[in-house]
């Protein structure tokens, strides 16, 4: 009989070294997290208790224990009106004239508004942001390495005060004529007056010399004196002769 081929086994992609994503934790805990990073990433939507479990799957939310913790949670929103939930954005804006609103409050204090906050409320805000800064209404902030906006600021300079102070050719080719004196001319054109003692001197205190530092001096060691006077006058350095044995 002809050998039987060997049937190819399928491809199996699946990682077992790996826990399987399933988006779901079974901590309490972790699922109330998810919930929270789910409205978090949908800012604006306002969700019951039923739907956002289903939409963030986390079925364990819809405990009392879990929904008491969710409610308490600093970031969600309850409306208890409606039972509704909600992401508590630092900053709650929902169009363009609310971003400049809240731009012109944060900038009475001298202070920005973080691009990021502006995201958590309102998908909208890096476009509405972008055509402020067109507009001149805002400056934007943005990162070195990937120029993304940071921050923003509101530009109290209107386009009307703005052209007011353009300065005219005419008034910039005469600034740049003018001739800059020599300090000699001005300490002279100015010694008739109340400041000319004074510049003289900060002249003259600008122009002095200094001194060059003098090298310290190094002290050479002193002599050593002899203590014991028995062996004055004997050079040390022969070797003498030892007594000889008798």
């Given at each position: 009989?002809?050998?039987?081929?060997?049937?190819?086994?399928?491809?199996n992609?699946?990682?077992?070294?790996?826990?399987k994503?399933?988006?779901?934790?079974?901590?309490?805990?972790?699922?109330?997290?998810?919930?929270v990073?789910?409205?978090?990433?949908?800012?604006?939507?306002?969700?019951?208790?039923?739907?956002?479990?289903?939409?963030?799957d986390?079925?364990?939310?819809?405990?009392?224990?879990?929904?008491?913790?969710?409610?308490?949670?600093?970031?969600?929103?309850?409306?208890?009106?409606?039972?509704?939930?909600?992401?508590?954005a630092?900053?709650v804006?929902?169009?363009?004239?609310?971003?400049?609103?809240?731009?012109?409050?944060?900038?009475?204090?001298?202070?920005?508004?973080?691009?990021?906050?502006?995201?958590?409320?309102?998908?909208?805000?890096?476009?509405?942001?972008?055509?402020?800064?067109?507009e001149?209404?805002?400056?934007?902030?943005?990162?070195?390495?990937?120029?993304?906006?940071?921050?923003?600021?509101?530009?109290?300079?209107?386009?009307?005060?703005?052209d007011?102070?353009?300065?005219?050719?005419?008034?910039?080719?005469?600034?740049?004529?003018?001739?800059?004196?020599?300090?000699?001319?001005?300490?002279?054109?100015?010694?008739?007056?109340?400041?000319?003692?004074?510049?003289?001197?900060?002249?003259a205190?600008?122009?002095?010399?200094?001194?060059?530092k003098?090298?310290?001096?190094?002290?050479?060691?002193?002599?050593?004196?002899?203590?014991?006077?028995?062996?004055?006058?004997?050079?040390?350095?022969?070797?003498?002769?030892?007594?000889?044995?008798?």
């Amino acid at each position: 009989m002809p050998p039987v081929a060997k049937k190819p086994k399928p491809k199996n992609n699946i990682v077992y070294s790996q826990p399987k994503d399933t988006h779901q934790g079974k901590n309490e805990n972790t699922q109330i997290h998810l919930a929270v990073t789910f409205l978090k990433d949908s800012p604006g939507m306002t969700l019951s208790l039923q739907d956002l479990s289903i939409m963030a799957d986390v079925p364990m939310i819809m405990e009392e224990s879990a929904a008491e913790k969710l409610r308490a949670h600093p970031k969600i929103q309850f409306h208890p009106a409606t039972n509704l939930y909600s992401y508590k954005a630092e900053i709650v804006v929902d169009s363009k004239d609310a971003i400049l609103t809240e731009m012109q409050r944060h900038g009475k204090k001298g202070v920005g508004v973080s691009i990021k906050n502006l995201k958590e409320s309102w998908k909208g805000s890096v476009d509405a942001i972008l055509e402020l800064e067109q507009e001149g209404k805002v400056i934007i902030i943005r990162s070195g390495k990937d120029d993304n906006p940071k921050f923003a600021f509101w530009n109290p300079i209107t386009q009307e005060q703005r052209d007011m102070q353009i300065i005219d050719d005419e008034f910039k080719t005469m600034w740049l004529e003018q001739n800059v004196p020599e300090d000699a001319d001005i300490v002279r054109s100015l010694s008739s007056g109340d400041q000319g003692m004074t510049l003289t001197v900060s002249h003259a205190m600008a122009t002095k010399p200094q001194q060059k530092k003098k090298a310290r001096k190094v002290n050479k060691p002193r002599p050593t004196k002899l203590t014991n006077t028995h062996i004055q006058g004997v050079d040390l350095s022969i070797d003498y002769p030892g007594p000889s044995a008798s």
